[in-house]
């Protein structure tokens, strides 16, 4: 049955059981599956054991919830404890949790891979040998600490704040860990999101001031992903299960994607673009919607920034919503389906009729990109711009079916302590050349660091392995080995990566079933908060015993981090002469440090609407409420905040500027809801923007400057960017005309449905589904190079090669290549203990000056260990490292790297072996100042001396006077090629 069908009969058999006055499960997933335990049974759950058949033997659980950790949802679990052993058998999905509904993708159950995978490292180690040359001894956990505390502490009273970095990958939380780093006055956040998703968070937030998408899909007429949605996108399993929900009540699928992705193949309407032209389509679209005045007008007229558009660029016309109809009418004119058809390669009729379906979809268009187009163009960040273009043209904003602001549908509480902001700026992550950045500047710390911009002296990681995942690893590496560069680094991690081997400590932290985190993501239009907690610390509690550490329950010395960052924060400021103490203080026991019970009952008893009531009615704490259910539905339906009217007794002396922009007196409402949001900024009298001026009323409207949809970007226009200030069309760095005749555009973003970038080697299960990566070619292109599947490849990029096999196929548009990242793990010879066995080749590394290469010199073979299926491993292949070959691409405005490569490829010459990859870093360093050299810094294009604009989004926001630039040095380094 296909997924299709299967979701027609759900909806059909809910329709049934309500028809009859009945409920399908009770819970807040209100949906039907018969297999779900009804939560009033789970402390004691009787399944028969499997293992025991043909005879009856009952087994008995406590069913524990908890968040998985395994991809950016946040589904729920439901782990299913043996009574008996105390152990996990099973982690199913919890039908109490409102986003994910009881279903969960291959990843969640396989947590129990990670649980009990026998390579797991559960000691803290320390580094004996030199970097990198895996000698480690074991350390107790106050030796660790008290020497982080020291040198942590030394650095920030010698105010080298930014000497201490905490690099995260995924953070699997809210915002915890940004608040330790605050508490610490250390503007030291650095994340993965510039190797991710900047560029659709900044077409996202210049638009609306909110940086992500939230698509209603189960209520949509058109759903339009510009991604692999369905098996693998943003808040998958939640969204995919919602988008087949749409697809079942009627709903038109259309998916553009460069490849026939399994997504694509679910889509009514799957198109193929060359890519980097996706901009060029929706602009088409967009002229469509514009010369046949099938756009929203009144909305158009309500809620876009029009007034100051026509100011800025037509102040010879009169300032009426007429005279810009008639300027919009011409903007895009050139934007015909032919024009795109040969910018993109897809017909001008399969354009036009994509142009009709998006028509036809009215309020009720759910449009979402995340990473694909947009992480892998130069001006990927105009692919999300332009798409929320056409929701923007139909009214398709906030409403049922249509496309919400994320922060809209998300909720993050307020914590027991709000520290302060940061009085410093950290140049290394937010460098002067890149002041639109959607965050930091991550992917280049090694080039910064080369160029002496600074240096670090405690480096953390954590969920994160940038020697595999970012690209230019092998510049990673030269860094990492550098002591004058990095002091001490310390890798937070459960297993073992290609960046924990140079590391100096290596901290074993738990899996998603050993730890705690709040989390809250975009899945519909309701608002919910997901508990992640340690399950077996959970189920004791359960059965009345006191747990007061979470190792005390994890195996080995496997901690969490969120005990492990308040003892480092209570012992860096030891008698609190820092300020930094309180924050780690217990409200309950003063002098005490505060502990996660009470860190996690203060927020659900304060901070969540409705949560204490809702416990109360059981007889529960609200702690122990989430501890029991692990979510909670806060809120849904919240439709269009914009409209919302602002009470009179909120406009205290209130201002108003020529576009209607009202601004302030009174104090902001508190709010317990602290989700991140633009922050425009205060009136020349100091009030605070408060909504916008809309026929006679004073409206919410959006956390822009304007406080409407920003069509125009005066962002854009003041620092430097004016000519695409509006959604525009930026040819990408893979555009045809400059690949020329040899090269071909090869797209390396894509994932693999039951894999985690760096995380899920050590999952048994999913291994054997997916383990390795080949080159997907078309047909045509295997002709032309004579090569066929499974024969070795060479792929060149700008900095090197690799050597891979081909995976002939129709399913990718002819002069396109394709191959997964997920793939190509690899690891050093070391002694077991030390190593990950399963998903990794082992691997000789040399280096000659600033060139080096890598070859496989053994692969994954099954072997002996606690858990015999490791003796029962049939594969042989772990996939190719080919983001080593990538140079960095940052996007001049988003900061975002561009994925797409352009590469040469050929046959395999003799010689060459499966795997082989060879890179020069003093290439890598090259395209570097290429792409720096095409900034415009805040040095020079800073309106008002500030090094960002203040009301952009940013983690961990630094204080006022932190944003403005130095007035005597230039923070660029002379000689580094940054110019216009
Ligand atoms: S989509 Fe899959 S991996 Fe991601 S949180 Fe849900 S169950 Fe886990």
């Known amino acids: 049955m296909s997924l299709e069908d299967l979701a027609k009969r759900v909806s059909a058999a809910r329709a049934a059981t309500e028809a009859r006055g009945e409920t399908f499960y009770p819970g807040p997933s209100r949906v039907h599956l018969a297999a779900f335990p009804p939560k009033e049974r789970w402390d004691d759950w009787a399944e028969l054991d499997s293992r025991a058949w043909p005879q009856?033997?009952?087994?008995?659980?406590?069913?524990?919830?908890?968040?998985?950790?395994?991809?950016?949802?946040?589904?729920?679990?439901l782990a299913y404890v043996d009574r008996a052993t105390l152990e996990v058998q099973k982690f199913e999905g919890n039908p109490e949790h409102p986003g994910s509904r009881g279903r969960n993708c291959a990843k969640g159950p396989a947590t129990l891979n990670q649980v009990t995978d026998p390579d797991r490292i559960l000691f803290p180690l320390r580094r004996v040998g030199r970097r990198g040359e895996g000698k480690w001894e074991q350390v107790p956990w106050d030796e660790v600490l008290d020497d982080l505390a020291a040198r942590i502490r030394k650095a920030i009273v010698e105010r080298r704040q930014s000497e201490i970095m905490y690099h995260v990958g995924r953070p699997g939380e809210d915002g915890f860990t940004e608040r330790i780093l605050a508490a610490w006055g250390v503007d030291g956040h650095n994340s993965h999101t510039n190797i991710c998703s900047s560029a659709a968070r900044a077409g996202y937030e210049l638009w609306c001031g909110i940086d992500r998408p939230s698509p209603d899909h189960a209520r949509a007429k058109v759903i339009l992903l510009v991604s692999s949605h369905l098996e693998a996108g943003h808040y998958f399993n939640p969204h995919a299960q919602r988008i087949m929900e749409g697809k079942a009540n009627g709903a038109k699928l259309v998916v553009f994607d460069t490849r026939l992705s399994n997504t694509a193949t679910h889509a009514d309407l799957w198109v193929a673009p060359i890519p980097g032209s996706e901009a060029a389509i929706f602009l088409a679209i967009a002229n469509h919607l514009i010369q046949t005045r099938r756009y929203d007008r009144e909305f158009v007229r309500r809620w876009w920034n029009w007034r100051e558009f026509l100011e800025a660029e037509h102040p010879e016309l009169a300032p009426t919503f007429e005279s810009f109809e008639a300027v919009l009418a011409t903007l895009y004119a050139d934007y015909t389906f032919d024009f795109a058809a040969a910018e993109s390669g897809v017909t001008a009729r399969v354009l036009a009729q994509v142009a009709e379906l998006v028509a036809g979809a009215g309020t009720r268009l759910a449009t979402h990109t995340w990473r694909s187009a947009a992480s892998g163009n130069l001006g990927g960040w105009q692919?999300?711009?332009?798409?929320?273009?056409?929701?923007?043209?139909?009214?398709?904003v906030a409403t049922e079916g249509g496309t919400y602001p994320n922060a809209w549908n998300k909720f993050v509480p307020k914590p027991i302590h709000l520290p302060r902001h940061p009085e410093h700026w950290n140049e290394l992550t937010w460098p002067a050349e890149f002041p639109l950045s959607m965050y930091e500047l991550s992917f280049l710390l090694p080039h910064f660091l080369r160029q002496g911009r600074g240096r670090l002296d405690v480096y953390f990681t954590r969920v994160y392995n940038p020697v595999w995942t970012n690209p230019d690893g092998f510049s990673w590496i030269e860094m990492l080995r550098d002591e004058k560069l990095v002091g001490c680094y310390v890798a937070l991690t459960p297993t073992w990566n290609e960046t924990a081997y140079?590391?100096?400590?290596?901290?074993?932290?738990?899996?998603?079933s050993e730890r705690h985190d709040l989390h809250s993501y975009e899945t519909h239009d309701a608002q919910w908060l997901g508990f992640r907690q340690p399950v077996l610390r959970a189920a004791r509690e359960r059965l009345g015993e006191k747990v007061g550490d979470t190792r005390a329950t994890n195996p080995g010395e496997v901690w969490e981090e969120n005990e492990f960052w308040l003892e480092l924060t209570w012992r860096l400021d030891p008698d609190g002469s820092l300020g930094i103490r309180p924050f780690a203080e217990s409200k309950q026991r003063p002098g005490e440090r505060l502990g996660v019970d009470e860190y996690y009952a203060w927020i659900f008893e304060h901070s969540v609407p409705g949560l204490p009531e809702r416990a109360a009615a059981e007889g529960l704490t609200p702690l122990a409420f989430m501890r029991r259910y692990g979510a909670f539905e806060i809120s849904r339906d919240l439709g269009p905040l914009y409209e919302r009217e602002v009470p009179a007794e909120e406009l205290i002396d209130p201002a108003e500027d020529r576009y209607g922009r009202v601004y302030t007196q009174a104090p902001k409402p508190p709010s317990p809801n602290i989700v991140p949001m633009g922050s425009p900024d205060p009136d020349a009298a100091g009030r605070r923007p408060a909504g916008v001026r809309q026929d006679g009323k004073v409206l919410q409207g959006f956390p822009t400057p304007s406080g409407r949809l920003e069509f125009y970007s005066s962002t854009l226009a003041g620092w430097g960017w004016r000519e695409v200030a509006l959604p525009a069309y930026i040819r990408s760095h893979v555009h045809p005309e400059s690949l020329g005749p040899d090269r071909m555009c090869l797209i390396s973003t894509f994932r693999l449905p039951v894999h985690i970038h760096t995380r899920s080697a050590n999952a048994k299960w999913l291994d054997e589904i997916a383990h390795t990566n080949p080159l997907w070619l078309h047909t045509r292109d295997a002709e032309r190079l004579g090569v066929s599947t499974g024969d070795l490849v060479r792929v060149e990029t700008e900095i090197g090669h690799f050597v891979v096999k081909a995976w002939v196929t129709e399913g990718i548009r002819p002069g396109v290549l394709a191959c997964s990242h997920h793939m190509g793990r690899w690891k050093l010879a070391a002694p077991d203990g030390q190593r990950q066995h399963q998903q990794t080749a082992t691997v000789g590394l040399a280096q000659n000056g600033s060139r080096w290469t890598l070859r496989q010199e053994g692969s994954v073979e099954p072997f002996a260990s606690s858990d015999p299926d490791t003796a029962r491993l049939w594969w042989t292949d772990v996939g190719v490292h080919q983001n080593l070959t990538f140079p960095v691409h940052p996007d001049p405005v988003s900061g975002m790297h561009c994925w797409h490569q352009a590469v040469r490829v050929a046959k395999a010459a003799p010689g060459e072996h499966y795997g082989d990859i060879a890179v020069d870093t003093a290439a890598s360093r090259r395209v570097f100042e290429e792409w720096l050299a095409r900034t415009r810094p805040a040095t020079r294009h800073s309106p008002d001396g500030t090094r960002r604009p203040y009301w952009l989004i940013r983690p961990l926001k630094p204080s006022r006077e932190a944003y403005l630039l130095p007035r005597t040095a230039s923070p660029i380094p002379a000689g580094t090629g940054a110019a216009e």
């Open 56 to 77: 009856r033997v009952e087994r008995r659980y406590l069913l524990v919830p908890t968040t998985c950790f395994n991809c950016e949802s946040a589904c729920g679990l």
């Open 502 to 512: 140079f590391a100096d400590y290596v901290l074993p932290m738990g899996h998603g």
């Open 383 to 396: 692919v999300a711009r332009t798409l929320f273009l056409l929701n923007a043209l139909l009214g398709a």
